[in-house]
């Protein structure tokens, strides 16, 4: 189903989006609604407790190429961003690693996009004190927003470049926002929109085919696009493109996409001179400890 056949639901009947996106998943699976939006509740609760227990936390990865960077942000002085922002920056930053070190993450919609989703809810959380059912209801939305993707277009960075992932990612967290704030789908849609647009045509380049660089930085990057794009949205800024034709014209750039940039780690930073270094050294240590 279309974002916009899912706006017209609501227009005709005024009921509460959440609650349309949850019959919409019964028509199409035959999914209970109140059982799906109890997994999402439980995939939320996992989201706050894995960013409260690791906001902050020095990782050890597979690689070592990433661990300590969401740290570092944590204890940055001066600070230049909102509290809000850099909340949901470390948080970003804090579970991308964790993914990296086989901890546990909720995969939003895919685990190398794992930190943004979460970043934002935790901000929410904590910056706002949001009341959980509240943020469930906005993160019902992201889960409308995902699906969307997923059933129009593509989640997969081997299929559609890294604006597959963290794109949809962040059009999520972005819609996740604006409806907590507005509960307003429309808004949802341009936040959504503007969101994915941000991000079209991002390859998927990991350096050794691991989930570590650019991925974690990039998942920081990314959710201060979605809080850029939501407050765009509450502003009353739109998209010019409605958001199912930036969906579809996201699925055709993925696809226009060489092989290369499509998560081979062949393409793009991964196909760099230090890249190429780097995994080499990766290797040979590895070998040391056979």
């Known amino acids: 189903m279309k974002f916009a056949e899912l706006i017209e639901i609501w227009q005709n009947t005024n009921l509460e989006f959440s609650e349309i996106i949850l019959a919409q998943e019964m028509i199409e699976t035959g999914r209970d609604p109140e059982k799906v939006k109890q997994v999402l509740s439980n995939l939320l609760r996992v989201m706050l407790e894995e960013a409260e227990k690791n906001f902050g936390k020095r990782f050890e990865t597979l690689t070592g190429l990433t661990g300590d960077n969401a740290y570092k942000l944590a204890n940055v002085k001066p600070r230049m961003m909102s509290n809000f ?28 996009s794992c930190g943004v989703v979460p970043g934002v809810a935790y901000a929410l959380w904590e910056v706002e004190k949001a009341n959980f059912d509240d943020l469930l209801k906005a993160f019902i939305v992201a889960s409308g927003i995902g699906n969307v993707v997923a059933k129009r277009a593509t989640l997969s960075g081997a299929a559609g470049g890294c604006q597959a992932e963290i794109g949809t990612a962040t059009a999520m967290a972005s819609g996740l926002l604006t409806y907590y704030y507005s509960k307003d789908p429309i808004r949802v849609g341009h936040a959504a929109a503007l969101a994915l647009k941000a991000l079209m045509g991002l390859v998927c380049d990991p350096v050794g085919g691991f989930v570590e660089v650019p991925c974690v930085k990039r998942n920081g990057n990314a959710v201060n696009v979605a809080i850029a794009t939501a407050e765009m949205a509450l502003a009353g800024i739109e998209s010019v493109i409605p958001f199912d034709e930036v969906v579809e014209a996201m699925y055709e750039v993925g696809k226009s996409l060489p092989e290369s940039l499509r998560e081979t780690g062949l393409g793009g930073i991964a196909a760099t001179k230090t890249a190429k270094e780097v995994v080499e050294k990766i290797r040979e240590n590895w070998k040391g400890t056979e």
Do not use: D, F
Not at 86 to 102: F, K, P, Q, R, T
């Open 85 to 112: 922002n850099h909340i949901a920056m470390v948080v970003a930053l804090s579970m991308g690693e964790s993914n990296a070190s086989m901890g546990r993450i909720v995969a939003c919609p895919t685990a190398g």
